[in-house]
């Protein structure tokens, strides 16, 4: 039998009763299939979101299934660009998963997918697995973004592979 190789991104504390994933970690069940969802959530910058900002890494060898995302702006109202766009990889072309119009990234309103404004693919698309190996984003479409601080963002996904 192998040796096994434990990694520190993957440790328990409270004597056990907590486990950690912690950045490049992967937690997979007892029958060697990854398939859990698990919440990210983040506050994204104005210069950030302008320039492409990486949401989720690719995890090599498994894929993201978005199964919700919320957008809520902070410090104030978006202004400028056209939308703010969290994408994927699917059939190894770009899609917006979840593209929200300036006028409803107002301060402190939540912008989910069924809400006004705030566009997903069609016939469900935005909530199947992207492509493997490939990260989830965020940017704009249009001009700079403008007059916000940032934007929270709050993504649910399956990791599968």
Known sequence: MADKTYLTALYEK?????HVVAAGGLLVNDAGQPGYETTWRGRVTLAQLNAGFTLLPALPGYMYRLTDATMIAVGGNAAVATSVDISGTQAAAGVKLLSVAIAALTRSAV???HTANATV????ASFVANDVNTPLTIGVTGSALTTLTAIDVILTVAVEQ
């Open 121 to 124: 693919l069609a016939d469900g």
């Open 111 to 113: 912008n989910k997918p």
């Open 14 to 18: 409270d004597g056990g009763n907590t």
